[in-house]
């Protein structure tokens, strides 16, 4: 089944104890990103990566890292969460090699909360 | 800097009646529209989308509105059922050719049996 698969789906954490939320993809996806999804703000975009190790910013980047090592994983870093950091996770991912087609493919979310 | 509005925030419908969310983009350069149903518990999910070049796109019950002019987008839903409650997305690109969107708040559809 073609799916993104984000792990953990719920995580409780303390200030500054670093943490990794992984993402895969098994559908040869060139194009990944991190999204934040909090009441009334809807869905901003953390990090994106147009293919492996080609990352960058997008509109709320502080405190997060990403990496993408390989195509299918691109995982999100937060190095010392803080209680700001709390929200609903989404990983989503989208073919790019065979033209521009627009969907966005999202994983189940991963719900963190910072305590 | 950019951005997408969207309203109503809560809409409640009886089933069977028709719902409509509206959405209102800043960016003159958009040119893509996508619309997403998150049920609980899960992931955005695309449903329909319109590009620029075209005022109307419809899929079954479901149908998407775009006024350029206006910089006003519509998500019409007929014959609403039991199913359809969800909250709904709508997004416009930012950059042409690239997959950058800002997506609106939200609009948490509830369908009374």
């Known amino acids: 089944e073609a799916q993104v698969t984000q792990n953990p789906r719920y995580l409780i954490t303390v200030t500054g104890k670093k943490l990794t939320v992984t993402c895969s993809q098994n559908m040869n996806h060139e194009y990944m990103s991190w999204y934040r999804q909090d009441p009334g703000l809807g869905l901003r975009q953390i990090y994106y990566s147009m293919n492996v190790e080609v990352t960058d910013k997008g509109d709320v980047p502080e405190g997060y890292k990403v990496s993408r090592k390989e195509k299918r994983n691109f995982p999100l870093i937060l190095e010392s969460p803080s209680p700001n950091q709390t929200s609903l996770y989404f990983c989503a991912s989208t073919p790019t090699s065979a033209g521009y087609t627009g969907e966005l493919f999202f994983g189940e979310g991963s719900r963190l909360t910072v305590l | 800097g950019e951005n997408v509005e969207q309203h109503p925030s809560t809409l409640s419908v009886q089933e069977g009646d028709s719902a409509v969310i509206k959405c209102t983009y800043s960016d003159s350069a958009s040119n893509y529209f996508p619309w997403y149903k998150q049920e609980l518990g899960k992931g955005p999910q695309l449903i329909i989308d319109?590009?620029?070049?075209?005022g109307e796109k419809k899929d079954q019950r479901i149908a998407v509105t775009l006024n350029k002019t206006a910089k006003h987008f519509s998500l019409h839903i007929t014959e609403t059922q039991p199913e359809d409650s969800a909250v709904y997305f709508c997004?416009?690109?930012?950059?042409?050719?690239?997959?950058?969107?800002?997506f609106g708040t939200g609009t948490r559809l509830k369908v009374l049996a």
């Open positions: 319109i590009r620029s070049n075209v």
């Open positions: 997004a416009a690109s930012i950059q042409s050719g690239t997959y950058k969107y800002i």
